[in-house]
């Protein structure tokens, strides 16, 4: 990540701001004057209307995109928009690789983060400070929650492609290869290996299960923290009491992704080398 020294006279773009001057030079008005100045001169001759308009845009492009009349009024709108459109396209993405029965909890969820806009417009203390920031976190936590979905379907798979009675019965089988062969014997350092393989993905399977059960009861939580907040928001006036809520749980979907992708990796690591020595 870059850092940029603040200049007062020049707004350093990171990925969070809006592109002012890409606003300022493509927008329906500016490229009309443009094409309209250069197709008259074209046709009357008269190249000065060309070089007036282009020091006329020269100016323009100084000065408007730092305009903070024209931020305000029209490109942050627009940027909000571009953003809101990014981040619908990105939660239906998620949202089709859902399960039929998540694709049912995540719609009730939505609904719900709508009702919850609503009481929160509706209530005059909160009108202000929440709907700038708390309910943007909002937003967040439903993709929090579709993010889990996608992991709970995964491990899901995963977990029923796992036999427990296959496992069970090579284990007896490498078992009893120890117990068959002399110490020493190839063929008993290679069942020894199979054990631990196979005492490894059980390891991993189990850790697995656990953590779709915390997955789960996470998703749980969100879906009753949302209904207990839309009983709230009618009556509550202090918008901390919401921060701090919608807080502790994306730092806790946060702890479950990490844990996720920590468990995955490790199956992965652990069934490949499996798979060989079956082989």
């Given amino acids: 990540m ?14 969070d701001e809006p592109p002012y001057g890409r606003y300022a030079f493509l927008n329906p008005y500016n490229l009309s004057l443009l094409v309209g100045a250069s197709a008259t001169a074209a046709a009357t001759g008269h190249w000065w209307i060309a070089v007036c308009a282009a020091a006329t845009e020269g100016l323009w492009m100084l ?24 981040v619908e396209d990105r939660q239906n993405k998620k949202f089709l690789r859902l399960t039929p029965e998540d694709q049912v909890r995540a719609t009730a969820l939505r609904d719900q983060r709508a009702r919850i806009n609503q ?24 993709e929090d929650f579709l993010d889990l979905a996608i992991v709970c379907g995964r491990c899901e798979t995963q977990l029923r492609g796992f036999d427990v009675v296959d496992l069970q019965r090579r284990w007896q089988f490498y078992q009893d290869q120890v117990k068959h062969f002399p110490k020493g014997d190839k063929r008993s350092d290679v069942a020894a290996k ?17 953590n779709l059960q ?6 749980d939580l969100m879906e009753n923290s949302f209904r207990l907040l839309g009983d709230e928001i009618v009556t ?14 994306r730092i806790g979907v946060q702890a479950i992704r990490e844990t996720s992708e920590e468990v995955e990796e490790a199956y992965d690591e652990v069934e490949e080398p499996g798979k060989q020595m079956r082989g």
């Fill in 194 to 210: 199979n054990i631990e393989v196979l005492g490894q993905r059980r390891n991993r399977m189990d850790a697995m299960q656990r």
């Fill in 119 to 142: 009481l929160a417009a509706d209530n005059p203390t909160l009108a202000v400070d929440l709907m700038k920031d708390e309910l943007a976190k909002l937003d967040g936590l439903l």
């Fill in 2 to 15: 870059i850092c940029a020294v603040p200049d007062d006279r020049k707004r350093v773009r990171t990925d």
């Fill in 63 to 86: 000065f408007a995109p730092d305009s903070k009349i024209l931020q305000r009024t029209l490109w942050e709108k627009r940027w909000q928009r571009s953003k809101r459109g990014d």
């Fill in 214 to 219: 915390t997955a789960r009861g996470h998703m």
């Fill in 236 to 249: 509550m006036a202090d918008p901390t009491e919401l921060a701090t809520r919608l807080d502790d749980l």
